[in-house]
């Protein structure tokens, strides 16, 4: 790459504009290369005829993406992460410091360092376009803005508004920003330059400035003495306490600096001390994980979902099969991202329903002002329902998602299929049924695979889309690339008994079955999971949640398929004798409320499966193993002996994604390395010897426990 020609100086008479364009590269992003290139720019500038400089982006979308996180994903010392870091500041003061003013003209992401940057301007200007986004993301990476951003951001927009935005990673739109006083103007794309150039030439006469936040009203002022001050920032550390269970130390450790730094008149020192917190929280093996999840992610985008150069098909119109809970929820996501829909039922209050579920959505958007009418009525558009097959010869794919039951199924394949041009793909949403003995409905199998969304279909991010024994790569190839642009993260599986994610659950919400059975309380098994652990929710939430019915019915599919690891605990054979659904019908191990709020637990549970009080004799740490390890245990099985997946990656971004594995862990694969193969061995031969066959080790784990191997090598 040519460094000189990625960050180039532009004479505009005694403006200076400095482009950014790095060569050969979809986004700017500030690697050590072009940090160095931007100093030497900037004491060119310094050094010229000129008044006033822009910084503006060349790239179509894109200011600067932020920081190289692969050079931060290198750095292993403290050592290297101080000299990387204290160097930025080095260069972002001298821009700071430059004798004329600097005005930043943002179009697209303005993220991370380059949000930094951009601070250390004296003004910014963003376009209206809906691609612009400010934004200081830096603590989903397990680490702070390190790069200046905890001292200047709230000196620019006060540190109220200033922890909204670090605290959770948040970016905000150009028209929020400047509501905040993060930008000063907004224009149309189209009028950036132009008017940034000529801003220039303005505050070219009245010269450089710092943004220092005002605040308003008696109220604002009083908010930004110390005792107010104090007050608001302790209620922040508490909720973030709250909100991440103390796993991820980087928005605590921002809210520190920032409590620490706020109205410092010494910018080296405030500096100095988000040095030291950033150092803190990017040594951590937290921060390593959640950067190599947000590796795991990317890489989807590169992907195909198969080996050779196959092509996906176009998708320019869809049809859904089945209104119901996953169908409405498939068809407002392929329409949100502008695919035409057609949801076919068998009944019209089903599909009703099924419209009124994406017009809800989008009135919720429309309500929280993240669309307008005109985009509601566009989206809407695109959506349509009936009972016949009409259209059905132009589609390019149809999704099936009508009851969980193979011979419908097979009949509901064929119909469709008689009704579909040849080269339509035919994907099915099945949860726990072969889908190679499905394709064996479709005229030609070839031209069917499955597609394994989760619900609710609009929040959850994982696709599992599976190959049957039939399916060309073409059609896997056309799904996978449907799923991406669905925005989803596929991840392509083999046949098989629950797939993926759903064959390494299952023994996980099982175990927590026979916990109940050996005496521990609901309360105790779900805190240790989501306090402790770091589960989203605790298994018995997950199973309330799910459906306690489904729970059942899927176990006893997979104790007819996997044997002896999916062991069916009595109490689960009581629970469906005793009426409760979970959350559906309100009853479940909890109670809830209408709206369907969980309330406390539903104690009644011990009596109606006749167990005597929780007694919680076992420790944290049996209880988590006795659920975690055997998640290990199938996982093994599946990726080295089965190849449901080919990589261990998939299996992590599967089981984040698809059930909130806690990202700080890295994945179920990557925590089982840090545990150790022959731990989890030794450990699951023990729980064996306690409480049965189902914890027996599979060969697969042995060997590498025995040879001292990783899932990661
Ligand atoms: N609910 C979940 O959490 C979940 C998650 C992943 C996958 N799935 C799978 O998705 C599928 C649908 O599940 P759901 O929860 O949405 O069910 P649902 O009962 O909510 O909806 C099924 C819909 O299919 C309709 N239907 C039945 N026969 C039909 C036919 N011949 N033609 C057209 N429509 C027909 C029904 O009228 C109903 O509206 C199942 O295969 C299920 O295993 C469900």
Redesign the pocket.
Known sequence: MSIQESIRLVSKGDIALIELDLVGEKVNKLSTPVMFRLQEVVKEVAAGPFKAAVIISRKPSIFIAGADIEEIRAMKKVEDYRVAVTKAHDIFNLLEDMRIPVIAAIHGACMGGGCEMSLACDYRIASDDPSTKIGLPEVKLGIIPGFGGCVRLPRAIGYQAALDIIVQGKAVDSRKAEKLGLVDRVVHVSTLEEVALKMASEVAAKGKRVKRFKPKGAMGAVMELSPARSFVIGKWKDGTRKQTGGHYPAPLKAIDVIEKTYGFSNREKALATELDGFCEVAVTDVSKNLINVFYLMESVKKKTGVSGDVKARPVKSLAV???????GGIAYVAADKGIDVRM????YA?VSLGLKHARDLWDKLVKRKKIDRYEFNRKMSRVSGGLDFAGFGQLDVVIE????DMN?KKK?IADTAAHCKPECVIAT????LSVTEMAKGHPNPANFVGM????PVHKMPLVEVIRGEKSSDEAVATIFELSKRMGKLPVVVKDGPGFLVNRILVPYLIEAAWLLEDGMSIETVDRRYKKEFGMPMGPFTLMDE?GIDVCIKVSKIFNESLGERIMIPPVMKKLSASGRLGKKNRKGFYLYDEKGKQLEIDTTVYTDLGLSSPSDKLSADETIRRGIFPMINEAALSLIEERIVETPDEVDLAMITGTGFPPFRGGLLRYADTVGAKLICDELEVLAGKYGQRFKPCTPLKNMAKTDRKFYS
């Open positions: 099969l089945g209104a119901g809970t996953m169908g076919k039922d068998i009944n089903a998602a009508i009851v969980e419908i509901v949403n099945t949860s726990s394994h969304f989760f619900n799910i």
